[in-house]
């Protein structure tokens, strides 16, 4: 069992920058597949960026691309997700996960092949 938990989140006005951290435990994060994903009031979980476990791959939704930046460092157990240029359309609840996957190169961007989820750190983008 691995336990994520979120931290980072906060308001900001639109154009400025966030960088959340998801922290994990009770096992090393490495060789585990992770990944953002997002959800605003009245929306369904929307995925946002993914990694594989050695970093040698990710893939973005296409609403952040080019504006986020998954990366992760197995040494701290972290998983990070710089965002830059915010909208205020990126308000949401940010929820970081995590899939048991040997493959270094695997990802993924479907909600229902992870098998662990934090609780989520709010973000608020004011216009």
């Known amino acids: 069992q691995v336990q994520l938990v979120e931290s980072g989140g906060g308001l900001v006005q639109a154009g400025g920058s966030l960088r959340l951290a998801c922290a994990a435990s009770g096992r090393t994060l490495s060789t585990y597949t992770a990944a953002w994903f997002r959800q605003a009031p009245g929306k369904e979980r929307e995925f946002v960026a993914c990694i594989s476990w050695r970093g040698l791959r990710t893939s973005y939704g296409e609403s952040v691309k080019g504006r986020f930046t998954i990366s992760r460092d197995n040494a701290k157990n972290t998983v990070y997700l710089q965002m830059n240029s915010l909208k205020p359309e990126d308000t949401a609840v940010y929820y970081c996960?995590?899939?048991?996957?040997?493959?270094?190169?695997?990802?993924?961007?479907?909600?229902?092949?992870?098998?662990?989820w934090g609780q989520g750190t709010q973000v608020t983008v004011s216009s």
């Open positions: 996960a995590a899939d048991r996957n040997w493959n270094s190169y695997y990802i993924t961007s479907q909600e229902s092949e992870y098998d662990y």
